[in-house]
T-cell receptor, first 116, second 116 residues
Framework: SQKIEQNSEALNIQEGKTATLTCNYTNYSPAYLQWYRQDPGRGPVFLLLIRENEKEKRKERLKVTFDTTLKQSLFHITASQPADSATYLCALGRLNYGGSQGNLIFGKGTKLSVKP | KAGVTQTPRYLIKTRGQQVTLSCSPISGHRSVSWYQQTPGQGLQFLFEYFSETQRNKGNFPGRFSGRQFSNSRSEMNVSTLELGDSALYLC???????????????FGPGTRLTVL
């Protein structure tokens, strides 16, 4: 069955360091992958989208890589700040309809804590 | 542009009751998806509506239903509530059909449902 795993439930790092979050998947061929940020009591907020034919995407301090051979995406936050503390969700997307999981399948998220 | 709104934000119900949740998408967005989020299962897809038609449905029992109106506003209904239905229910809107292109989804703040 299709499976998405985010490497850890929680990640603690020091301010100024680079946070690296991992998203692995099996039995799935996504057309694209998205990363969302979710703060407590709020809905997820879209951060970045990377397509299957793209290796890397950047946006300010954020960088996403996508390796369809390894079936893995890495999400980096450079020069991390306490304000980056949140839960980060990866979501795999496909373009064709069908199946009961919808077109976006979410991982369970990694809770990032950045300590000053 | 106003974001996705959901009402009510919090609900407390007892087993056996039914509940209706409402979602107003971003103006111009025609696709509305519903998700259930729990600590154990993460974000799970319920259904997607586009142009008043259900386009996709997740693996949830028939007690979960929804509809979309001509103004794209959507409601979801849960009948005969069970304790396990306690969750954060999130609505997300997107400009186009979720499976039609590389869509980001805009999430509302969610409705926190507690079933006693």
């Amino acid at each position: 069955s299709q499976k998405i795993e985010q490497n850890s439930e929680a990640l603690n790092i020091q301010e100024g360091k680079t946070a690296t979050l991992t998203c692995n998947y099996t039995n799935y061929s996504p057309a694209y992958l998205q990363w969302y940020r979710q703060d407590p009591g709020r809905g997820p907020v879209f951060l970045l989208l990377i397509r299957e034919n793209e290796k890397e995407k950047r946006k300010e301090r954020l960088k996403v890589t996508f390796d369809t051979t390894l079936k893995q995406s890495l999400f980096h936050i450079t020069a991390s700040q306490p304000a980056d503390s949140a839960t980060y969700l990866c979501a795999l997307g496909r373009l064709n309809y069908g199946g009961s999981q919808g077109n976006l399948i979410f991982g369970k998220g990694t809770k990032l804590s950045v300590k000053p | 542009k106003a974001g996705v709104t959901q009402t009510p934000r919090y609900l407390i119900k007892t087993r056996g009751q039914q509940v209706t949740l409402s979602c107003s998408p971003i103006s111009g967005h025609r696709s509305v998806s519903w998700y259930q989020q729990t600590p154990g299962q993460g974000l799970q897809f319920l259904f997607e509506y586009f142009s008043e038609t259900q386009r996709n449905k997740g693996n949830f029992p028939g007690r979960f239903s929804g509809r979309q109106f001509s103004n794209s506003r959507s409601e979801m209904n849960v009948s005969t509530l069970e304790l396990g239905d306690s969750a954060l229910y999130l609505c997300a809107s997107s400009l186009r059909l979720a499976g039609g292109s590389y869509n980001e989804q805009f999430f509302g703040p969610g409705t926190r449902l507690t079933v006693l």
